[in-house]
């Protein structure tokens, strides 16, 4: 099969087809989606060398599988459930997991994959395949409501206006709380404004604005320390980034003023289908451009670019 190699440099390359164990599917990709995740790593984030991608979604073709003949979208951590993490409701942090496209398994910027059946879940009929992608980070932004109470009254920062912060402000908007998208990026706020969502650029905050809950979701080293300047005293820090180059932070202060730091990551996937099954969440406006397989790595010149919002990749013709 073709896919996309990282050894250091990135590469169009024929691989061998991958083989499914029992308990596995064989996934025909349909679309895929470059993350800022897959942009940290060709600058070192978790050493991964390998296939790339863990944005996807796929036609499961292995005709044993019960989900054969079905378009599927696939949970990214790969875990054991034999640890006491995985038997503790914590598989997402399994002592023996891989994560796909990221740590020690294949990932979806290929012809195929393979995945644990148990991670797989059946796209519904009525969401576009290509907003099935995001199903995955739609996930990681509900993760942070699985991990603390949003009550109405509270007031939110959201700093960062790329995918993953659209998304977040996007089911904020949902919560009834009062709430700001926040960026750098001029354009990336008129952009949210034209989804209608409240945004505005980040030289706009004054300095004594505060909010009860900041979420960092800027990509940025410097995400963490702008957040932790506008968060008061025994508020709540979500961290969403993740880079290759990590930002040293100042403790005292989190020790001064009680903050509570929350890190946040992969999120259960069944509330994210039924957000877009429902179009509580607009996906479509997101989608910067789509290319085609062979053109992917001119695609990860594009999403590199700071106006981009999500690249999309068309692996197959639609059935």
Same mark, same amino acid.
């Given at each position: 099969?073709?896919?996309?190699?990282?050894?250091?440099?990135?590469?169009?390359?024929?691989?061998?087809?991958?083989?499914?164990?029992?308990?596995?599917?064989?996934?025909?990709? !349909?679309? *895929?989606?470059?993350?800022? #995740?897959? +942009?940290? %790593?060709?600058?070192?984030?978790?050493? @991964?060398?390998?296939? $790339? =991608?863990?944005?996807?979604?796929?036609?499961?073709?292995?005709?044993?599988?019960?989900?054969?003949?079905?378009?599927?979208?696939?949970?990214?951590?790969?875990?054991?459930?034999?640890?006491?993490?995985?038997?503790?409701?914590?598989?997402?942090?399994?002592?023996?997991?891989?994560?796909?496209?990221?740590?020690?398994?294949?990932?979806?910027?290929?012809?195929?994959?393979?995945?644990?059946?148990?991670?797989?879940?059946?796209?519904?009929?009525?969401?576009?395949?290509?907003?099935?992608?995001?199903?995955?980070?739609?996930?990681?932004?509900?993760?942070?409501?699985?991990?603390?109470?949003?009550?109405?009254?509270?007031?939110?920062?959201?700093?960062?206006?790329?995918?993953?912060?659209?998304?977040?402000?996007?089911?904020? !908007?949902? *919560?009834?709380?009062?709430? #700001?998208? +926040?960026? %750098?990026?001029?354009?990336?706020?008129? @952009?949210?404004?034209? $989804? =209608?969502?409240?945004?505005?650029?980040?030289?706009?905050?004054?300095?004594?604005?505060?909010?009860?809950?900041?979420?960092?979701?800027?990509?940025?080293?410097?995400?963490?320390?702008?957040?932790?300047?506008?968060?008061?005293?025994?508020?709540?820090?979500?961290?969403?980034?993740?880079?290759?180059?990590?930002?040293?932070?100042?403790?005292?202060?989190?020790?001064?003023?009680?903050?509570?730091?929350?890190?946040?990551?992969?999120?259960?996937?069944?509330?994210?289908?039924?957000?877009?099954?429902?179009?509580?969440?607009?996906?479509?406006?997101?989608?910067?451009?789509?290319?085609?397989?062979?053109?992917?790595?001119?695609?990860?010149?594009?999403?590199?670019?700071?106006?981009?919002?999500?690249?999309?990749?068309?692996?197959?013709?639609?059935?």
């Amino acid at each position: 099969m073709k896919a996309l190699v990282y050894d250091g440099k990135l590469s169009l390359q024929q691989v061998p087809d991958p083989a499914p164990k029992q308990g596995e599917a064989l996934i025909r990709i !349909r679309y *895929s989606s470059i993350c800022n #995740t897959d +942009l940290e %790593i060709l600058k070192g984030y978790m050493g @991964f060398k390998g296939i $790339l =991608g863990h944005e996807f979604v796929g036609e499961v073709i292995t005709e044993k599988s019960r989900f054969f003949g079905k378009d599927v979208v696939g949970e990214i951590n790969i875990s054991c459930g034999r640890c006491y993490m995985c038997q503790t409701g914590r598989k997402s942090h399994c002592t023996n997991r891989s994560v796909m496209g990221i740590f020690e398994h294949a990932g979806a910027f290929a012809d195929y994959v393979v995945l644990p059946e148990k991670n797989l879940h059946v796209v519904p009929a009525n969401v576009e395949l290509p907003a099935a992608v995001f199903t995955e980070p739609l996930a990681a932004a509900l993760e942070i409501f699985e991990q603390t109470k949003i009550s109405p009254t509270d007031n939110v920062f959201i700093f960062g206006a790329g995918k993953l912060g659209l998304l977040i402000t996007q089911v904020f !908007r949902l *919560s009834g709380c009062e709430y #700001t998208l +926040l960026d %750098i990026n001029p354009d990336k706020v008129e @952009f949210a404004r034209g $989804l =209608g969502l409240p945004a505005k650029k980040l030289n706009d905050l004054q300095v004594e604005e505060r909010a009860e809950i900041c979420v960092d979701c800027t990509g940025s080293p410097d995400g963490i320390g702008i957040a932790l300047k506008h968060l008061r005293p025994r508020g709540k820090l979500i961290l969403k980034t993740t880079v290759a180059d990590p930002a040293k932070v100042d403790l005292n202060q989190i020790v001064m003023h009680e903050f509570n730091i929350i890190g946040s990551r992969c999120g259960v996937f069944e509330p994210a289908l039924s957000l877009l099954s429902q179009k509580l969440v607009d996906v479509e406006p997101l989608i910067t451009k789509v290319f085609a397989f062979d053109e992917i790595e001119e695609a990860f010149k594009l999403a590199a670019q700071p106006d981009s919002i999500n690249v999309l990749i068309r692996h197959k013709p639609e059935r």
